[in-house]
């Protein structure tokens, strides 16, 4: 364990101790902002340290001391520190615009002391995906984040929420299922949950059978990254939540299901063999859903559904299974968090400025809000992938990758690729002509936007911007995180480095550790 | 020392009833059909974890049994999370069937009525919003061809102007009738 290896495990707890307080303050709602503020700065700054420092290798933990292969293991490795650390950007944003909209709105308009633990639970769910090395753990971050996403998107109980909330809760515990039944299967088939040793032992066991594991853990992680056809239930109930929480699940929650098939395909089933489907998948991803896009006329059901699509290009990089495609993959996904969510936070300032996100009631709004008008402008050709914009540069890096793989369903995908950046332009800049440029058919209402939404949401465009300005470091970044996950054995050494064990004290009582691993498991668990 | 892997055949029978019983109930359209069928498949997937531990033996305490005699505590370990994870959001699900009683006098899970506009829109080939851009005009491509005419053609005949006017006033005025 490195010095620094205290650092690992700070995003998952502080936000989990964060919640604990501010649930137990729940009478103090000043007091419980200031705790969630504070927490998810921690988290940030942390988030940021250990990007810096996983460069150098990853950091990893073994929790409690014990051993890794039978103890959880926190892995920090560049892919999982870079989205921990956009992730944290993101949910702090968004947390600070949800402040401003409660204070504009009073704290009757929503069970605040609700929200905020809630958030926090949220986004330690998120970070615990994302740098747990053990496939139960990652199965615990899994269920702590949607136990938290159930809540968010039903808060207040209405009618609608509660119509698209049982839609979302029955597909993410269809997809929770299966993942549980791919551990189950697993376990079976290798004896080991521990990421590291899986990568070791699953060439060892039958072809089939392992066809037959990654298949199961596509299908889970495929519902929660919404990939085509596991995608239907996605515009239906995002657009419903309330403007903050659609904006931190369209950036983080899908990702996450991302995330977690890059982490399976690259370490555990590097030979491929689902590749061909992956790119198919990824094709109807794409057009799917910017055609899905093209017909709405709600702005908020527009941008899901070019969140579907746009999916598909990281599936896209993900299938190529080439370092170049991996590496765009990943730019692409840190892009597509900040601009999505900063989009979707766009929207709501839009519907409480214009009272409406439906396109038929909309217009003029780049006269009467200019600010609005740019905040909006930005993001969205970004989003349609204008250079010298991030989109640009991603979907660039993912269609050399593919004209570099040379495979006619690579180039067909390039085809593909850039078929549906023309379609996100065109839905998009159809949906600005609408709302900012022509005359609304009724004057809209005399409002104003509040600072303290517009700044975040200003933040977060800002930050996009700095991903063009930025692009070379990242784009490096995210290079050398592809080439560690090719190289496979950093991670492995990294795990398990002396005998296929971790450094836990826990080296001459095995047993000791797996009984042990038991009230661990189940704290984490109870926390969901 | 070998472990005895085989499974329990009753065990993957009741895992097969558990399985194909919630999956049915799943498929349901009321919530509490579906919340039966979510707590089956996931005893049944509890009890898959139980088989991937192979054989049943004795308790796993250090010092108290010969290793080899033991049974697998890992996958009892996450038997019990994922137990109290399906007792959550079981309870979770159960609230929102009741809130979902409360508000409609039913569990059923609903359409959404949104897609079916726009589908409904799309089959009559519609617009899903109204456009400034949007041709008010229900003229077809022939009609258009009809009343266009090239200005630089003077091959149809001048209608001859009664008070005077020219030409090219004339035609002016039909083509900016056109243009509007």
Known sequence: MSEYGFLVPLPVVVPLFGAGLALALYRRPRLQRIISVIALSIVLVVAATLLVLADSGPIVVDIGGWAAPVGIDLVADRLSSLMLTVSAAVTLCVQLYSLAQGEADGDES??????????????????????????????????ILLAASYVLLTLGGTGERIRAGSIYVVVALVSSLLFLIAIAMIYAATGTVNLAQLAERLPEIDADVRLLLQVLLLLAFGIKAAIFPLSAWLPDSYPTAPAPVTAVFAGLLTKVGVYAIIRTQTLLFPEGRMDDVLMWAALATMVVGILGAVAQDDLKRLLS???????????????????????????????????????????????????????????GLAKIAPVLAVLFFIPAMNLGGIPPLSGFLGKVGLLQAGVQDGSALALTLVVGGVVTSLLTLYALIKA????????????????????????????????????????????????????????????????????????????????????????????????? | MTIDMSPNLVLVGVIVVLVTAGVYLLLE???????????????????????????????????????????????????????????????????MAYR?????????????????????????????????????????????????????????????????????????????????
């Open chain 1, 110 to 143: 929503a069970p605040v002391s609700i929200y905020h633990p809630t958030y926090l639970i949220l986004t330690a769910g998120v970070a615990n995906a994302f740098l747990s090395g053990d496939l139960f753990n990652i199965y615990v971050g899994f269920e």
């Open chain 2, 100 to 180: 979902s009683w409360q508000l409609h006098q039913h569990d059923e899970v609903q359409d959404d009525v949104e897609d079916r506009r726009i589908a409904r829109l799309a089959a009559r080939d519609e617009r899903a919003f109204e456009d400034a851009d949007t041709e008010e005009s229900t003229t077809t491509l022939d009609e258009e061809a009809a009343e266009t005419r090239d200005e630089t053609d003077d091959g149809e005949p001048v209608p001859v102007p009664a008070d005077g006017a020219t030409d090219q006033q004339s035609h002016d005025r039909t083509t900016g009738q056109e243009d509007r």
């Open chain 1, 305 to 363: 559904f070019t969140l579907v699509s746009h999916i598909g290009y990281m599936i896209f990089g993900i299938a190529l299974a080439s370092e170049t495609g991996w590496a765009a993959a990943i730019y692409y996904v840190a892009h597509h968090i900040i601009v999505q969510t900063g989009l979707f936070l766009v929207a709501g300032l839009i519907e409480r400025r214009g009272g409406s996100t439906s396109l038929d009631s909309l217009g």
């Open chain 2, 29 to 95: 359209r009321s919530l509490s059909r579906v919340l039966i069928g979510v707590v089956l498949i996931g005893n049944g997937a509890n009890l898959l974890f139980l088989v991937a531990g192979g054989a049943a033996g004795r308790p796993p305490i250090v010092g108290l049994e010969p290793e080899g005699r033991m049974s697998d505590p890992l996958p009892q370990a996450m038997v019990l999370t994922a137990i109290v994870i399906t007792l959550g959001m079981t309870a979770f699900l159960l609230a």
């Open chain 1, 432 to 528: 600005w002509n609408k709302a900012f440029w022509q005359t609304p058919p009724e004057p809209l209402p005399e409002r104003t936007l509040p600072k303290g939404m517009v700044l975040p949401a200003g933040a977060l465009v800002v930050l996009g911007l700095a991903l063009t300005f930025g692009a070379g470091p990242l784009y490096g970044y995210a290079e050398r995180a592809s080439q560690a996950l090719s190289d496979r054995s950093t991670y492995v050494t990294a795990v398990l480095p002396q005998g296929g064990r971790g450094a836990g004290e826990s080296v001459d009582a095995t047993r000791e550790a797996e009984s042990e691993a038991t009230p661990t498991a189940v704290a984490t668990g109870e926390e969901g």
